[in-house]
């Protein structure tokens, strides 16, 4: 990313000078600490740069000194909202090293809570685009539906957020006694909400007039700039990792890819609220399916990975969410890399931005649903 | 009787004082304004409340509850913590118009409720024969206090903020005095309490159902003139911070928030006197069918004492639920739709309003014309005199009416030939379907590296 020169200003067409302004790390739209430098003239955007890093916490550091059942904690406060699919990648990457043989009904439950986190990163990130463009009361039904699952969560895990959910080898804890109840329950509520948020939103034209059109990006920039995930399936590319590359249970379960068409914010909107079809539709198989048995492998008490380096990625709500780990033999990893995908979406967003409006950015900034944590690591 | 008594009882006591014309025109004047700025004021706070209150219940919560019951006393709450906050006053801002720019605000806002009509005679506080041009006016002052407050503030947001909103205000006025020009065919009088007395005598239907495009405007550019959703760019949270009032804080911020709701219970009291009949219920009316006769047509308020009192009672209850139902419709929008993006907004008033109030002053002179040609026409009498308002007959109503609604069609159809060109215009036809991908070929699971096994697993 070049540089945004803060100190000149330069002329534009009717002589006004450019104004550059911060929409800073405090600001209630840019989700988290982010920092975007705007080169205005007028209203327009001409120029963008992202200043990040107000989050960054030194986590892969901190991963060389670490054992590597210590470390999942820390995966969960990447993308704090995709918690429990950001533990799925260190365990699955951990264990597909050492050659682990994770039982079945550990796949089937970690594909249901981690579609259920989908779900619910969705939701959060309909509230926030809806409360960005001035929706207030899709905010607070979506926050309502999300609510039942941080329920299940805290049941389930002991922890709303930040799961710490899974462990090297399957689950701490088999599902709870009332699991598949509250789980059937959730499923069956679903689908009527999510018609409630499409009769607010998809027909509104003044919804569609703030996102239809706004923040294009091809389909061969895309796949150039390495999007991922629900911004790179809005662009036309079906591609979806829990098809290309099936982990956990979903090489067993149906289910579609949503597929946009022009790559605006309109069809990222459209291709997220499918998913949550989606996803509804998966965990009821899984639930249908859910095998018996133990729920956690037989793990040796010190994990040693072999010594060689592993990619292994997951489609996370946000997108591909990848971990490269090196490891040495011993119990500490010797390195441990997250590929973020917000960190790769938000490479997008100068390209998206430019010639748009004050107000295009903030609508820009949520279709990409990015989160900091994950960011700045 | 009661409410006859205090007003008695008070005025015997100044005449002791003063002598009757100074009571009739500074003393008397003094209380009513009193009461109208603490009643205005009241309602402004409990507007803030029943906003509050509805919004909640839209989303499925229950909003204040603690304070009092029912939450009832937040608003007072509310106002006590804002009083004691700090003053902050930013460094590098103007502090002379930093200060001074929330009190034309305010003051814009109240002033205007010296012409609104809350009841038949004393129910006004001066019943000026321009009045509704006065409530413009006096509105716009208010423009004023939005761009001194974002430009003394010394801070980019709230210059944007404060060019945004001056920008849509002025664009929105247009709009809204067009819409009313309509409803002014009708009462031939740009008094406020002359316009609840026309549609008083024009019989039991309100100007809206004449005028259904023009009420329609109206509040639409009102919502707008009001910088509220979801017209509220000036101050949208999510871009601006808080716009031109980003760096208020405290009294001075409360102020602003009181001159926002203050204006809105404005246009909610102009709608109500123009539109929906204002104080005028008809089967009160009924009730006091020889102060009908004789003191509205004569303007003589001597006719009925016995009534008097009560009547304007009422029609101060009336009003105010009117006004309530159109507050009503105000949070309802605000709390359903989302935000207009800046240029959209210019585009809706300045190529949709406008051009819809417009036709509707060619329409309703059409209809004004159509109604006295027709009249006579195979025996239909349709006005009956056209001394004061338009006296219209039955038939003369169900023109009226029919030329009301037809003329929503032939806006619509001027629209479309304005706008037909523009993205805004064809938006549901570009509300899409994704497709859904079925079978994409799946991919082999993640393979398992080659390599040593793992030591021998100790449990």
């Known amino acids: 990313m070049h540089q945004v020169e803060i100190a000149t200003t330069r002329e534009t067409l009717l002589d006004s000078p450019e104004m550059v302004l911060n929409m800073g790390p405090q600001h209630p739209s840019t989700h988290g600490v982010l920092r975007v430098i705007l080169r205005l003239d007028g209203e327009t955007v001409i120029d963008l740069d992202c200043d990040i890093g107000f989050l960054h916490r030194g986590m892969e550091k901190i991963a060389e000194n670490r054992q590597y059942s210590m470390i999942a904690p820390y995966w969960d406060r990447l993308d704090y909202i995709a918690a429990v699919s950001n533990g799925l990648v260190w365990v699955e990457t951990v264990e597909q ?98 018609d409630e948020y499409e009769t607010l939103l998809s027909e509104n034209r003044i919804w569609l007039g703030r996102t239809v059109g706004i923040g294009v990006i091809s389909a061969e920039d895309a796949i150039a700039i390495g999007l991922s995930g629900p911004a790179l399936r809005g662009s036309g ?76 990625s997951i489609e996370g709500p946000k997108g591909e969410i990848g971990c490269y780990l090196v490891s040495d033999g011993t119990t500490s990893p010797a390195r441990v890399h997250v590929r973020p995908p917000c960190f790769v979406n938000l490479q997008a967003l100068r390209q998206m931005c430019v010639g748009h409006l004050i107000a295009d950015v903030v609508a820009i900034i949520g279709t990409l649903d990015i989160v900091l944590g994950e960011i700045d690591r | 009787m009661l409410l006859y008594f205090a007003p008695n009882f008070i005025d015997s006591l100044l005449l002791k004082l003063f002598s009757q014309e100074t009571i009739n025109f500074v003393i008397w004047p003094f209380i009513q304004i009193g009461a109208v700025v603490t009643g205005v004021a009241v309602w402004a706070l409990y507007a803030t409340y029943a906003e509050r209150k509805i919004s909640a219940f839209m989303q499925a919560r229950l909003g204040p509850m603690r304070v009092g019951k029912w939450g009832l006393l937040q608003p007072l709450a509310d106002a006590l913590k804002l009083l004691t906050k700090e003053d902050v006053t930013p460094d590098k801002a103007d502090p002379y118009i930093f200060k001074f720019a929330p009190y034309i605000a305010v003051a814009s806002a109240f002033v205007v409720f010296a012409v609104i009509p809350f009841a038949p005679s004393w129910g ?8 509704l041009l006065l409530v413009l006016s006096i509105s716009s002052v208010g423009v004023l206090a939005l761009i001194l407050a974002g430009w003394s503030s010394n801070s980019k947001y709230s210059l944007m903020g404060g060019l945004r909103s001056s920008a849509q205000m002025v664009s929105y006025e247009v709009a809204m005095g067009l819409s009313l020009i309509g409803a002014l065919m009708f009462a031939r009088t740009l008094s406020l309490s002359g316009i609840v007395n026309a549609q008083a005598v024009d019989g039991p239907l309100p100007y809206l159902f004449y005028q259904p495009l023009g009420f329609i405007t109206f509040l639409i550019a009102g919502i707008a003139e009001n910088n509220r959703a979801p017209f509220d760019l000036p101050e949208a949270e999510s871009e601006l911070v808080a716009g031109f009032h980003t760096e208020y804080s405290g009294m001075r911020w409360s102020l602003f928030f009181m001159a926002e709701y203050a204006a809105m219970v404005v246009v909610s009291a102009v709608a109500t006197a123009v539109y929906l009949g204002g ?53 309802w929008l605000r709390w359903t739709f989302p935000r207009y993006r800046y240029d959209q907004l210019m585009d809706l008033g300045w190529k949709w309003l406008i051009p819809a109030t417009l036709t509707n002053i060619i329409w309703t002179a059409t209809a004004i014309f159509a109604v006295q040609a027709l009249n006579g026409w195979h025996g239909m009498k349709t006005i009956e005199s056209i001394s004061q308002g338009l006296n219209l007959t039955s038939s003369g109503k169900a023109v009226m009416i029919g030329f009301g609604f037809t003329g929503l069609l032939v806006t619509a159809g001027v629209l479309s030939t304005i706008n037909w060109r523009s993205r805004d215009f064809n938006l549901k036809g570009q509300r899409r379907d994704i497709r859904l991908v079925k079978n994409v070929p799946q991919g082999e699971p993640a393979v398992l590296p080659p390599g040593p096994t793992p030591a021998a697993s100790e449990g």
């Open chain 2, 279 to 331: 104080w005028y219920l008809p089967g009160v009316y009924r009730l006091t069918e020889n102060y009908h006769q004789v003191a509205l047509l004569s303007g003589n308020l001597d006719g009925a004492p016995l009534y008097h009192g009560l009547f304007v009672i009422i029609g101060i209850v009336v009003f105010m639920i009117k006004m309530a139902v159109i507050l009503y419709v105000y949070f």
């Open chain 1, 237 to 312: 590319v079906a591609w979806d990792i829990r098809k290309s590359r099936p982990y956990a249970a979903y090489a067993d379960m149906d289910f579609d890819i949503p597929v946009g068409e022009n790559g605006d914010t309109y069809d990222r909107y459209l291709v997220r609220l499918e998913e949550l079809r989606q996803s509804r539709r998966i965990i009821q198989q899984a639930l249908d399916k859910l095998p018996d048995g133990p729920v956690n492998a037989k793990v040796p008490k010190n994990i040693k990975p072999p010594a060689g380096d592993y990619y292994h």
């Open chain 1, 97 to 194: 090293m050492m050659g682990l043989d994770v039982p079945p009904r550990a796949h089937y439950l970690r594909t249901i809570l981690t579609e259920l986190n989908r779900i619910a990163s969705h939701l959060l990130w309909l509230a926030t685009h809806g409360l960005d463009i001035g929706s207030f009361t899709v905010l607070l039904w979506a926050l309502r539906e999300r609510e039942e699952i941080l329920k299940i969560f805290e049941r389930q895990f002991g922890a709303r957020l930040t799961c710490h959910a899974w462990r090297i080898g399957g689950m701490p804890n088999d599902a709870y006694d009332g699991f598949q109840k509250d789980v059937q329950q959730f499923v069956d509520n679903f689908p009527h909400r999510i």
């Open chain 2, 124 to 131: 006004v506080i001066t019943d000026v024969n321009i009045g």
